[in-house]
């Protein structure tokens, strides 16, 4: 099989991660999610007791820490950090963490040589305008504001977390502010990138939709 890769963008909770892994899988090649990355390096910082302001020592921190991602799992200096990178508090942390230029420049290069070497779907926010510039592929998936809340809300729910939907809508209301609007790599549709609006559509659906965009650009490929 040749070579290909699958860029998936979108803000927090429009199903990026669902949809990735699921397409993935049925094609079999490997998903990465990029936000992952950025959550461990978050979890890192509250680990160490760091604040956000200190960005000398954050960088410092990262420069000599070891993020993984293998088999779908994250590693954080060897140590398997898959649950706990889902932790709330990580994921208010990771947004303003991924504003850090050193901490972008660091992702961005390890992502970039994962998808070296093997077939990759990529998720996150820069893939398609950046990342991945020359992806074969680009999706932007969104859905409306109340919907990702709902989906997050239930996501935690279902991790016994105990959080409200109003807070669980304002947390994703401010990452969308700051992540729309930091000066690197913003979030935004790449201008070659097919734009999937996920509100009212099941998961099945967005999944065969993906597919079948993928199977007419990727054909030979697959
Ligand atoms: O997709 P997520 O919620 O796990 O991402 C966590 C944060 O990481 C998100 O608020 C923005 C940042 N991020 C990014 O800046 N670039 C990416 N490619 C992926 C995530």
Known sequence: MEKIAIAIDGPAGAGKSTIAKA???KLGIAYIDTGA???AV???ILRNKLQISDIDKICELTRNTDIAIKGGRVFLNGGDVSREIRDNEVGKLSSPVSAIPYVREKLVELQRKMAQSESVIM???DIGTNVLKDADVKIFLTASIDER???RY????SRGCSVDLKSVK???TKRDELDTTRKLNPLKPADDAVIIDTTSKSIKEVI???LSIIKARCNDAL
């Open 170 to 172: 304002s947390d994703i």
């Open 37 to 39: 990355m950025y959550r």
């Open 23 to 25: 397409v993935a899988s």
């Open 149 to 151: 809340s709902m989906r």
């Open 154 to 157: 239930l996501e935690f729910k």
């Open 123 to 125: 998720d996150g926010r």
């Open 42 to 44: 978050a979890l890192n």
């Open 208 to 210: 065969e939709e993906v």
